[in-house]
């Protein structure tokens, strides 16, 4: 009698440990810890990274696009006013990718960059924008800006940069004014770094 009173109570023991509705497992459990990982925190006090904006434009339909590439920086680089440098040169590769957003929306054929030539209006190709032109730095400046005046269908602009959006417009309407001796009403600006 002992004994089975012993047995009563160890079996009584086991069950006694396992939750209400628990259940008894032969073999080993899967490793299903389901950590929490926290979010990734952004440093507010970090150095803004280099990013390059190009304006770039689509000629079939007259819009404008801002193409925004960031720039990993080196260990080496210092910050100067909590931006880290921008490379001096940059690959050709880099505006081939920054032509790829209006291209993605559209025909490339018809995707140039937004710095226009004189006499565009008569000879609208690649050949007569200018990639270096058409592009600001965050290192340099925080806004970039195109001015444009109308010939037909076709909208004809310079571009230039800034650090504010007034700068930015109004050397945009110089350059613009300068180089294509027209007027240039059409205004549009963004900032460098983008929101």
Same mark, same amino acid.
């Given at each position: 009698?002992?004994?089975?009173?012993?047995?009563?109570?160890?079996?009584?023991?086991?069950?006694?440990?396992?939750?209400?509705?628990?259940?008894?497992?032969?073999?080993?459990?899967?490793?299903?810890?389901?950590?929490?990982?926290?979010?990734?925190?952004?440093?507010?006090?970090?150095?803004?990274? =280099?990013?390059?904006?190009?304006?770039?434009?689509?000629?079939?339909?007259?819009?404008?696009?801002?193409?925004?590439?960031?720039?990993?920086?080196?260990?080496?680089?210092?910050?100067?006013?909590?931006?880290?440098?921008?490379?001096?040169?940059?690959?050709?590769?880099?505006?081939?990718?920054?032509?790829?957003?209006?291209?993605?929306?559209?025909?490339? #054929?018809?995707?140039?960059?937004?710095?226009? @030539?004189?006499?565009?209006?008569?000879?609208?190709?690649?050949?007569?924008?200018?990639?270096?032109?058409?592009?600001?730095?965050?290192?340099?400046?925080?806004?970039?800006?195109?001015?444009?005046?109308?010939?037909? #269908?076709?909208?004809? =602009?310079?571009?230039? =940069? @800034?650090?504010?959006?007034?700068?930015?417009?109004?050397?945009?309407?110089?350059?613009?004014?300068? #180089?294509?001796?027209?007027? =240039?009403?059409?205004?549009?600006?963004?900032?460098?770094?983008?929101?």
């Amino acid at each position: 009698m002992r004994q089975g009173l012993r047995r009563a109570l160890s079996v009584l023991a086991v069950f006694g440990c396992l939750p209400p509705g628990g259940s008894i497992h032969a073999g080993p459990l899967p490793f299903a810890v389901e950590l929490f990982v926290p979010p990734v925190i952004a440093d507010s006090q970090a150095p803004v990274v =280099c990013t390059v904006t190009y304006l770039i434009a689509d000629t079939a339909n007259n819009d404008l696009f801002a193409a925004r590439m960031r720039i990993a920086g080196t260990e080496a680089d210092t910050a100067v006013n909590n931006y880290l440098p921008c490379p001096a040169v940059l690959p050709f590769r880099v505006a081939t990718q920054a032509l790829g957003v209006c291209a993605s929306r559209g025909d490339l #054929k018809s995707c140039l960059f937004a710095d226009m @030539g004189r006499g565009f209006d008569r000879e609208s190709g690649i050949g007569n924008t200018s990639e270096a032109a058409s592009r600001c730095s965050s290192d340099a400046f925080s806004d970039i800006a195109a001015a444009c005046w109308t010939s037909g #269908k076709l909208s004809v =602009c310079d571009v230039a =940069c @800034g650090h504010s959006p007034e700068e930015a417009l109004a050397r945009a309407q110089d350059r613009c004014q300068e #180089k294509q001796q027209r007027s =240039c009403p059409v205004t549009a600006t963004v900032p460098v770094s983008g929101p």
